[in-house]
């Protein structure tokens, strides 16, 4: 219930201020984004402004957990080294007492506006999801409207489900503004469509797409390459072989186009396949690319930072362009990462017979690319290796299916009670004699991008040693190997 003074922001920036210094860092990203206190979940409002990208974030800045969420701000202007803003949004007012949940920016003229869910008791005691809007002209400082909520449950279709009725996304169309918003009835989830020529005064047009899961979260919607792409978060998804693998929470991105109110879907796919990356927002670049950013974790887990007590959990993928080649979407780290290399090593070829370790190949933070060729037989790399720790990344030529294997990292990600845990995921590529990957590691966590970015799994992993080995297994002929460790100090702001 709402009580005056219990958050705000200044309360919040106070807290992070006396904090931070006592969170333990050892496991912290060195070059991901992290809160300097306290849990994030998805990245919300995505965007450029007056010369910045801008990412909020779902935060609790006080506890490592999830609870009555503010948003943070981080800004960048290489995508690459982050300056931490403080926090943008608190839950102080009656209709967002319980929570700034998952939203995004719009940027009109010289000001930057900020669309979220307000979640607050109905006046049967019921807990809802409405919409409201703040704005800021320096980017940092935000006023929420006086006329908040902008969306409310009356703005629902009559079967809409009142409780879950979230995530705006905002984009702009045709002079106008066009938002998604995630909702589900007693049948199914879908993606309700409204219009609005100034943010503030919205009209319901339709369901945009359904038969989306039970709850289609998080929507992100957007052109690339000749298609309209909505990508969003599908729970309860039924598992369905190695396309969705999880059961619980699965990221799809569909590729079609937009027809009036509707959108006539063509294919659908998962983002990324690890078990780790989920709420991914895009932006468009300035130069006109289109850069993805998604939580790096996953509901239901217990990662070594929490229940060791560090005082941080959750974490943020590296940023990745996208673009669609074949109508698949296609993601690589943003060409920026150039900017954090230090140490680099190139290998023209190098056989692996039996067990291999390349000189000068190992470190925790790096950007690694390289093919495997005249691969007969299963092939395997030891990430992260120390002693008897390693992630197994294995590929099976015959069947094309990659798999990464975190279990046998010294510090394990727990499923929370009732939950299940999953410590090996897999990506099926085009089976074939060679395999083109690119991996990024930090402290604790791998991306790894196969096929030439055609593939893509994102996992935690926390290892109990140095987690710096890297050591290939198998029979084949190692080509193009380009290996940079990656520069740390100061990125994350
Ligand atoms: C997805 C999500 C969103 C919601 C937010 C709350 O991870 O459940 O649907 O807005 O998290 O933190």
Known sequence: MYQPDRHSIEKANRFIAEKAPSVNAVMKPGFHLTAPTGWINDPNGFCYFQGKYHIFCQYNPCHSRWDTMHWGHWTSTDLIRWTWEGVALAPDQPYDCMGCFSGTAAVVGDTLHLLYTC????????????????TSRDGVHFVKSPLNPVLRKNDL?????????????VY?????WRLLLANKNERCGRQLLYESSD????????????????MPECPDFFHLDGKDVLVTCLMNQPREGYRFQYGHHDVAYVTGRTEGVSFVQESLDSVDLGQDFYAPQTVLAPDGRRIMVGWMMMWGEATPPLYLDHGWQGAYTFPREISLQDGKLCQRPVREIQG???????????????SLQLEGVSGQHYHLKLTAGDLYEPFSMHLKEDGTEYVELRYDPQTGVLSMDRSRMGHPVYAQPGEEAHDVSYLQLVPGHTLALEILSDTCSLEVFAGHGMGAMTSLCFPKGTGTGISFHGKGELQHVSFALLETKGVIG
């Open 172 to 176: 702009p169309d045709q002079g106008g």
């Open 340 to 354: 954090l290399y230090g140490r680099q090593l190139c290998l023209e070829r190098a056989d692996v017979k039996g």
């Open 119 to 134: 979640v607050h008791p109905d006046t049967d005691g019921v807990v809802i999801q409405e919409q409201a809007i703040a």
């Open 157 to 169: 279709p009559p079967d809409g489900e009142r409780r879950d009725f979230r995530d705006p996304r």
């Open 199 to 214: 943010l503030i005064h919205w009209t319901y047009r339709g369901v945009f797409l359904q038969e989306l899961s039970e």
